[in-house]
């Protein structure tokens, strides 16, 4: 009789999590499975059994065998936009909520929760979701990769209209490409 793989609990939260994000990156399995190490060599074994899938050394994805479990309890498994700048967008939104997600303090909900897709938005264009921490909300943009200034001027309008609402946390890789924009940003 061949021997399966078991799948434990901190598996199936790491399958549920794919099925929400898309996209981990095995840095972050951490914050699921609550170790530095360890989790390194249960994804080999999930990769191996074809639970997951890797799409670059470091970053993974729901396999054939994890979409079939899934499936299997129920589980609904987001289907997202293939254009190469959302799934920079995605990385970016699962890497806030992985950290998020297994806090007992934040609570991240991602952008495609808040925003009504059958009636035009209200709301901001660009944020990446709210997060909330200490009884406060913070509306969640990011400027990553190669952002033009068109973007980075519909980010400033975004937050122009957001900041009687809400505060606001960017993360960016470039801090200058905000300070200095022609818009002037206010911190």
């Known amino acids: 009789m061949e021997k399966g793989l078991v799948l434990q609990e901190r598996d199936v939260e790491l399958l549920e ?21 360890y ?4 994804i080999c074994h999930l990769v191996k059994e074809k639970y997951l899938t890797r799409l670059k050394h470091r970053e993974i994805l729901l396999g054939k065998k994890g979409k079939e479990f899934l499936v299997e309890i ?3 498994i987001k289907v997202h936009c293939r254009n190469p700048n959302n799934i920079e967008r995605l990385k ?3 890497d806030i909520a992985a950290f998020t997600n297994f806090s007992n303090t934040m609570n991240f909900i991602p952008s495609w929760h808040l925003k009504d897709r059958k009636s035009p938005t209200q709301d901001s264009r660009r944020y990446l979701g709210l997060l909330t921490f200490d ?3 913070y509306t969640i943009y990011s400027v990553y990769g190669e952002k033009d200034d068109k973007y980075i001027t519909s980010l400033y309008y975004d937050l122009k209209k957001e900041r009687e609402i809400y505060n606001s946390i960017i993360f960016t890789n470039d801090r200058e490409k905000i300070l200095y924009h022609k818009k002037r940003f206010w911190f």
């Not at 794919?18 to 996209?23: I, S, W």
């Not at 989790?39 to 249960?42: A, F, P, T, V």
């Open 17 to 37: 999590f794919l099925a929400e994000y898309k996209t981990i990156t095995l840095d972050n399995t951490g914050y699921i499975y609550g170790t530095k190490t």
């Open 39 to 42: 989790q390194e060599k249960r």
């Open 74 to 76: 129920g589980t609904n």
């Open 92 to 94: 970016v939104i699962s």
């Open 135 to 137: 009884k406060n909300f």
